[in-house]
């Protein structure tokens, strides 16, 4: 506090009655309302608390150590003032108290702060402009951006027809500002932001004047990449207000914005030591949003990272903070990470859910705020990784967050997964190179390495050999090299792995594959699908018990080795991914049993079928079950160059054709074609109908519904309600 700590603490001790108190506070009044010493605060508050008298006192005695909690971002120290003192009427203390409820997330009480102030009797027009103005907030804080736009229609022009001094209007600026931020009108935001600045400057009012500029510079640099130039303008001049006038909050933000420049640019390791600089460098009783902020990208770093316990520590953190938030606007962002760390414990479902809930809350309005854009990209990689993308409710986005580089490459991602997985592998080509062309202009290794990675998986898809990808892969390589021990580094190891395997040296991919799963930084997915493969190359059963774990296995095995079975009944030996063969010519069971299973349309039996027609025995045989088991695992182990398992054995008997392509000149294969027909003869059907019925995948039914309406089969196409159905036109 700036004034003599003996005379204070004297003062202070002094202060016995109402007369001493009032001396006390006409006497220290501007430095207790300007303080940046909370300690100072709260030791007035004890002594003031317990003095039975003093709620009785004169209110601006409440108002100035009120305002002082907030000069000195101690916000707890405000709501436990505020909340100790319900019973003041005074419009000032009302609307003090109320702001300090809305900064430390509790938005619907602060609005109900501002709406008793409104019922007062006792209240000028200013004091109901700004209670109108903190309810407008509230709205925006509680995600009901429709009835904040109406109240700003009507407040916005009251506020620059204001005939006030200019050190008074400049604040009604700054929370109309907040507000359109807050509704991600990001260019509006901080056009009044850079407005608000030189008023502040010119009072030498140091401690608003960092806090504009650096809001300025957010709102800048949340409206698209194009301004990221002028964004760092405006944290240069917060930096050095900050650091002249020793203000540490802004000193703080100013290490979270160069964090999140060097996230954003996928240089996690910078982007952490910076992050974890703003934290400490932080107020002391600073609870507020900002902690948050701090708190979950040191969260999403470490998941970046590969390092999951870390992650999990602060996103705790984060998630135990956020409790005593109401703000629907944050809730997206702890959606958002809450969502990953379960996605990397295995909670597939689970993860999923939360996102498709989040986006569920907003899916009849538009994405307006970043974070909104960012849980919608979480879901829609995720559901495209599992094939599910399409499932996903997709409200429209406001087009200006295209605008913002991260956001932008983010949504572009799983799109091209989309298209991926789904078989168009030159539309998927086409967006991979559109992600590394971008990043590439912003310098953004990360996500030009997720550009390179995607075109060279295109690819594999499409049957090429890696080693025809040198060039490319060599600057992938030397990208993750550039990047250091993360997740993106595990997609070389896999690379490697698929060289051996195209090469034949089985063993090999064997070794590669036990190697870098010891390493910690592996993600859950590529952990999965190496468990999986390993398992199977080694003639093991992997466990892929839940249908989110047959996905991502068939998905991604299906992109990285492509693997078929080439199947010749006349010579009884199989070819695999044409690198391998088994011959089967020995084993007459089990080559009856695959060529019975790779005949049928839908490559799948029930065990008493495969007990009757293809050991022709009778279903009162002792053990039949048993044995038929034992010849799946026999497969597996003859097999194990599909890399995933050849044979999935649940309530039924299949061949796992989502993951491996099917080759056979049998007749029966040709007859794909007319079991669609069939199927659509008679009934509509939806794609994922006509996949259950076939007991295909959903991207084989789709690709076989545009190979016949390419060959000029007349399927026509109709909608009902959200679901898009296929039938045979009769002439």
Same mark, same amino acid.
């Given at each position: 506090?700036?004034?003599?700590?003996?005379?204070?603490?004297?003062?202070?001790?002094?202060?016995?009655?109402?007369?001493?108190?009032?001396? %006390?506070?006409?006497?220290?009044?501007?430095?207790?309302?300007?303080?940046?010493?909370?300690?100072?605060?709260?030791?007035?508050?004890?002594?003031?608390?317990?003095?039975?008298?003093?709620?009785?006192?004169?209110?601006?005695?409440?108002?100035? $150590?009120?305002?002082?909690?907030?000069?000195?971002?101690?916000?707890?120290?405000? @709501?436990?003032? *505020?909340?100790?003192?319900?019973?003041?009427?005074?419009?000032?203390?009302? $609307?003090?108290?109320?702001?300090? !409820?809305?900064?430390?997330?509790?938005?619907?009480?602060?609005?109900?702060?501002?709406?008793?102030?409104?019922?007062?009797?006792?209240?000028?027009?200013?004091?109901?402009?700004?209670?109108?103005?903190?309810?407008?907030?509230?709205?925006?804080?509680?995600?009901?951006?429709?009835?904040?736009?109406?109240?700003?229609?009507?407040?916005?022009?009251?506020?620059?027809?204001?005939?006030?001094?200019?050190?008074?209007?400049?604040?009604?600026?700054?929370?109309?500002?907040?507000?359109?931020? *807050?509704?991600?009108?990001?260019?509006?935001?901080?056009?009044?932001?850079?407005?608000?600045?030189?008023?502040?400057?010119?009072?030498?009012?140091?401690?608003?004047?960092?806090?504009?500029?650096?809001?300025?510079?957010?709102? %800048?640099?949340?409206?698209?990449?194009?301004?990221?130039?002028?964004?760092?303008?405006?944290?240069?001049?917060?930096?050095?207000?900050?650091?002249?006038?020793?203000?540490?909050?802004?000193?703080?933000?100013?290490?979270?914005?160069?964090?999140?420049?060097?996230?954003?640019?996928?240089?996690?390791?910078?982007?952490?030591?910076?992050?974890?600089?703003?934290?400490?460098?932080?107020?002391?009783?600073?609870?507020?949003?900002?902690?948050?902020?701090?708190?979950?990208?040191?969260?999403?770093?470490?998941?970046?990272?590969?390092?999951?316990?870390?992650?999990?520590?602060?996103?705790?953190?984060?998630?135990?903070?956020?409790?005593?938030?109401?703000?629907?606007?944050?809730?997206? @962002?702890?959606?958002?990470?809450?969502?990953?760390?379960?996605?990397?414990?295995?909670?597939?479902?689970?993860?999923?859910?939360?996102?498709?809930?989040?986006?569920?809350?907003?899916? =009849?309005?538009?994405?307006?705020?970043?974070?909104? *854009?960012?849980?919608?990209?979480?879901?829609?990689?995720?559901?495209?990784?599992?094939?599910?993308?399409?499932?996903?409710?997709?409200?429209? /986005?406001?087009?200006?967050?295209?605008?913002?580089?991260?956001?932008?490459?983010?949504? !572009?991602?799983?799109?091209?997964?989309?298209?991926?997985?789904?078989?168009?592998?030159?539309?998927?080509?086409?967006? %991979?190179?559109?992600?590394?062309?971008?990043?590439?202009?912003?310098?953004?290794? *990360? =996500?030009?390495?997720?550009?390179? =990675?995607?075109?060279?998986?295109?690819?594999?898809? @499409?049957?090429?050999?890696?080693?025809?990808?040198?060039?490319?892969?060599?600057?992938?390589?030397?990208?993750?090299?550039?990047?250091?021990?993360?997740?993106?580094?595990?997609?070389?190891? /896999?690379?490697?792995?698929?060289?051996?395997?195209?090469?034949?040296?089985?063993?090999?991919?064997?070794?590669?594959?036990?190697?870098?799963?010891?390493?910690?930084?592996?993600?859950?997915?590529?952990?999965?699908?190496?468990?999986?493969?390993?398992?199977?190359?080694?003639?093991?059963?992997?466990?892929?018990? +839940? $249908?989110?774990?047959?996905?991502?296995?068939?998905?991604?095995?299906?992109?990285?080795?492509?693997?078929?079975?080439?199947?010749?009944?006349?010579?009884?030996?199989?070819?695999?991914?044409? %690198?391998?063969?088994?011959?089967?010519?020995?084993?007459?069971?089990?080559?009856?049993?695959?060529?019975?299973?790779?005949?049928?349309?839908?490559? =799948?039996?029930?065990? +008493?079928?495969?007990?009757?027609?293809?050991?022709?025995?009778?279903? @009162?045989?002792?053990?039949?079950?048993?044995?038929?088991?034992?010849?799946?695992?026999?497969?597996?182990?003859?097999?194990?160059?599909?890399?995933?398992?050849?044979?999935?054995?649940?309530?039924?008997?299949?061949?796992?054709?989502?993951?491996?392509?099917?080759?056979?000149?049998?007749?029966?294969?040709?007859?794909?074609?007319?079991?669609?027909?069939?199927?659509?003869?008679?009934?509509?059907?939806?794609?994922?109908?006509?996949?259950?019925?076939?007991?295909?995948?959903?991207?084989?039914?789709?690709?076989?519904?545009?190979?016949?309406?390419?060959?000029?089969?007349?399927?026509?196409?109709?909608?009902?309600?959200?679901?898009?159905?296929?039938?045979?036109?009769?002439?």
């Amino acid at each position: 506090m700036d004034t003599n700590p003996q005379e204070f603490t004297q003062a202070l001790k002094a202060c016995k009655t109402k007369k001493t108190w009032e001396d %006390f506070f006409n006497k220290f009044k501007m430095a207790i309302e300007g303080s940046r010493d909370s300690k100072a605060l709260w030791d007035i508050f004890k002594r003031l608390r317990h003095d039975q008298l003093a709620q009785s006192y004169d209110s601006s005695i409440w108002q100035a $150590l009120l305002k002082g909690a907030l000069a000195s971002w101690d916000l707890e120290l405000g @709501r436990v003032i *505020f909340e100790h003192c319900k019973n003041i009427y005074t419009p000032t203390f009302i $609307l003090t108290g109320a702001q300090v !409820l809305l900064e430390i997330g509790r938005p619907t009480e602060a609005k109900e702060q501002a709406q008793r102030l409104l019922r007062l009797s006792n209240t000028t027009a200013l004091e109901r402009l700004q209670a109108e103005i903190l309810i407008c907030n509230c709205f925006a804080e509680e995600g009901k951006n429709s009835r904040c736009l109406t109240l700003l229609a009507d407040i916005e022009p009251r506020v620059l027809a204001l005939a006030i001094a200019k050190s008074e209007k400049v604040s009604y600026l700054v929370k109309l500002a907040r507000i359109y931020y *807050f509704i991600g009108e990001y260019y509006k935001a901080a056009s009044l932001f850079e407005q608000a600045s030189p008023i502040y400057i010119e009072l030498s009012d140091w401690e608003n004047a960092a806090r504009v500029l650096y809001n300025a510079a957010a709102s %800048f640099d949340n409206a698209g990449s194009g301004n990221r130039e002028t964004a760092y303008q405006f944290i240069k001049k917060t930096r050095e207000i900050a650091e002249k006038a020793n203000l540490q909050g802004p000193l703080a933000y100013c290490n979270s914005f160069d964090a999140l420049y060097f996230y954003h640019k996928g240089d996690f390791p910078r982007a952490l030591t910076f992050f974890k600089k703003a934290l400490l460098s932080l107020p002391f009783g600073e609870q507020s949003m900002r902690r948050l902020h701090i708190l979950s990208m040191i969260s999403f770093c470490y998941l970046a990272l590969g390092q999951l316990t870390p992650a999990k520590k602060y996103a705790q953190m984060t998630f135990t903070l956020a409790e005593s938030d109401d703000s629907t606007r944050l809730k997206k @962002r702890y959606d958002d990470l809450r969502a990953e760390i379960l996605w990397e414990e295995g909670k597939v479902e689970k993860s999923m859910e939360v996102l498709e809930s989040s986006i569920q809350q907003i899916s =009849h309005l538009e994405i307006n705020t970043l974070e909104e *854009f960012l849980t919608l990209n979480r879901l829609n990689l995720q559901g495209a990784w599992l094939g599910r993308i399409s499932q996903v409710i997709q409200p429209p /986005i406001k087009e200006n967050l295209r605008e913002n580089h991260y956001a932008l490459l983010g949504w !572009l991602h799983p799109n091209a997964w989309d298209q991926l997985i789904h078989g168009n592998y030159q539309e998927a080509e086409k967006i %991979f190179t559109d992600i590394y062309d971008k990043s590439s202009v912003f310098n953004d290794q *990360f =996500h030009k390495g997720i550009g390179l =990675h995607g075109k060279i998986i295109c690819e594999l898809a @499409r049957g090429s050999k890696i080693e025809s990808l040198k060039g490319i892969r060599d600057e992938f390589k030397e990208i993750t090299s550039e990047l250091g021990k993360m997740p993106l580094s595990i997609k070389e190891d /896999i690379f490697t792995c698929v060289e051996a395997y195209q090469s034949g040296a089985f063993e090999e991919v064997k070794k590669i594959l036990n190697h870098s799963l010891k390493k910690p930084y592996v993600p859950f997915v590529d952990k999965l699908l190496m468990q999986t493969w390993l398992a199977t190359a080694s003639g093991k059963s992997p466990r892929i018990s +839940e $249908l989110w774990g047959e996905q991502l296995v068939a998905n991604f095995t299906r992109i990285y080795f492509a693997p078929f079975i080439d199947y010749r009944s006349d010579t009884k030996i199989i070819n695999i991914s044409g %690198f391998y063969e088994v011959d089967l010519s020995k084993h007459e069971a089990l080559f009856d049993l695959l060529g019975y299973l790779i005949q049928k349309p839908n490559y =799948h039996a029930q065990m +008493e079928e495969l007990q009757t027609n293809v050991w022709m025995q009778s279903l @009162r045989s002792q053990g039949w079950q048993q044995k038929i088991r034992n010849a799946i695992q026999r497969l597996r182990n003859l097999c194990p160059f599909t890399m995933a398992p050849i044979i999935i054995h649940a309530q039924e008997v299949r061949l796992f054709s989502q993951a491996i392509q099917m080759r056979s000149p049998h007749p029966a294969r040709a007859q794909g074609n007319d079991d669609i027909l069939k199927l659509l003869s008679s009934n509509p059907l939806s794609s994922a109908e006509i996949a259950e019925k076939l007991g295909i995948s959903l991207a084989s039914a789709k690709r076989l519904l545009k190979k016949l309406k390419d060959e000029g089969i007349n399927i026509d196409v109709i909608k009902s309600g959200r679901k898009v159905l296929y039938y045979l036109h009769k002439e």
